[in-house]
Structure formats: structure tokens, C-alpha cells
């Protein structure tokens, strides 16, 4: 069975500086997807970004981007020019390439944002 | 677009009293539908898939006579939890993902907050 797993608990960053989450995952299989979704106190899941296994390049969409090592499988997000509204739970997930669309969640990291 | 609506938003009932979450994609077509179950601070845990027009595939440890689920349609899931007790309270949210396949993600609805009393 995948499992992903957050390491960080809790993690912090001055406004407009630059954080990294990290997330490492284990699976046998080489057809996936990865993805980080955002939970702010509202507790609405929002997907931050995703990426296919497939793919070499980093997804990046405005000021997140995520380091993608298959080899390690680790995929870490990192965040730049963060932001007050940025403040939340990030949740690290992984979807089988296969026939199942189950998402694997790690625990989550919680981000706070100092002005 | 891709939004799920969900409702009701929060449930406070009686012990004994069945409650129906409503999980709706509104602007696009869901063969599958996913429900999660929250605890504070805690992760999403998947407890069924739904899929529209056949019986729910359930997680391991859930169980299916007290959480009951019916997809039947493309844009509807609804989950049922039977004879609710106080131990059944938590933060339930539904996904859905849209049926065109590929790398589509899941769209989550904004959660049910249930308080069995």
C-alpha cells in the first residue's frame, strides 16, 4: 500500500519569504500523480498543485512550486513571496496512475504566516 | 468551474437521529465521488468511493449498514449516516472528480461538520 508522509508538523515563515514543505512518499508503482491541496481555517481542501510521475519537468503555478525527485520520491513544495492568506494546512497526496483514484493524504503541515 | 457544493454545511443532532449529506458537483459530470472523514487535526480519511448507478466500495473498517451512500446521478452523492451516536461526530467532505478521466483532479465540497448530542 502508498503511504506519504509529512515530517514537519508545523512550520512558519516570515510575509514575502520563501518556505519549503516536504513530503516523501513510498509506492511500487511508476504511473502516479502527486498532489498538495491547501486547507485554510474555512477547512475547504483547494488544490495547490499537482504533477504526473511521468513528467521531468517541476510543476510550478505563480508562487508555488514543488521539487520533484522520483528516484527519492520525495516531492516538496515550495512556496515564495508567501503571503497572510497562505497561512493553513498543506496536505501532501498521491493518486495511483492505475484504475484506482483513491488519494492517499499524508498528516499535513501546518503553515503560519508572520506579518 | 469544477465546484462541489456540499450541505449542509454543519448538523447538530440527537443520538439515535439519521443525517443525509448532500454532495453535489455542480458545473461538471461525476461518475465518482469520494467521501473522507476528518478528526481534529488529523488527516482526510477515505471511507467509500461512490460511484454513480452501483454499490459503494467501502474502506476497510467502515461500515457500509451505518454509513449508507447512493449515487444515482451523475451530479449527486449522498451520504447517509444511520442511527448516529455520539462517536460518529466529525468533519465529513466529499470530492468529486470529473468523468472525462486522465490527470483530473478532485474537487472537494466544503465539509459537513456533524455534532451528535
Known amino acids: 500500500a502508498q503511504t506519504v508522509t509529512q515530517s514537519q508538523p508545523e512550520m512558519s515563515v516570515q510575509e514575502a519569504e520563501t518556505v519549503t514543505l516536504s513530503c516523501t512518499y513510498d509506492?511500487?508503482?511508476?504511473?502516479?500523480?502527486l498532489f498538495w491541496y491547501k486547507q485554510p481555517p474555512s477547512r475547504q481542501m483547494i488544490l495547490v498543485i499537482r504533477q504526473e510521475a511521468y513528467k521531468q519537468q517541476n510543476a510550478t503555478e505563480n508562487r508555488f512550486s514543488v521539487n520533484f525527485q522520483k528516484a527519492a520520491k520525495s516531492f516538496s513544495l515550495k512556496i515564495s513571496d508567501s503571503q497572510l492568506g497562505d497561512a493553513a494546512m498543506y496536505f501532501c497526496?498521491?493518486?495511483?496512475?492505475?484504475?484506482?483514484?483513491?488519494?492517499?493524504f499524508g498528516k499535513g503541515t501546518k503553515l503560519t504566516v508572520n506579518p | 468551474g469544477a465546484v462541489v457544493s456540499q450541505h449542509p454545511s454543519r448538523v447538530i443532532c440527537k443520538s439515535g437521529t439519521s443525517v443525509k449529506i448532500e454532495c453535489r458537483s455542480l458545473d461538471f459530470q461525476a461518475t465518482t465521488m469520494f467521501w473522507y472523514r476528518q478528526f481534529p487535526k488529523q488527516s482526510l480519511m477515505l471511507m467509500a468511493t461512490?460511484?454513480?448507478?452501483?454499490?459503494?466500495?467501502?474502506e476497510q473498517g467502515v461500515e457500509k449498514d451505518k454509513f449508507l451512500i447512493n449515487h444515482a446521478s451523475l451530479t449527486l452523492s449522498t451520504l447517509t449516516v444511520t442511527s448516529a451516536h455520539p462517536e460518529d461526530s466529525s468533519f465529513y467532505i466529499c470530492?468529486?472528480?470529473?468523468?472525462?478521466?486522465?490527470?483530473?483532479?478532485?474537487?472537494f465540497g466544503d465539509g459537513t461538520r456533524l455534532s451528535i448530542l
Open positions: 509506492t511500487s508503482e511508476s504511473d502516479y500523480y
Open positions: 461512490s460511484n454513480e448507478g452501483s454499490k459503494a466500495t467501502y
Open positions: 470530492s468529486a472528480r470529473y468523468t472525462g478521466g486522465g490527470n483530473q483532479p478532485q474537487h
Open positions: 497526496a498521491y493518486r495511483s496512475g492505475g484504475g484506482s483514484e483513491k488519494l492517499v
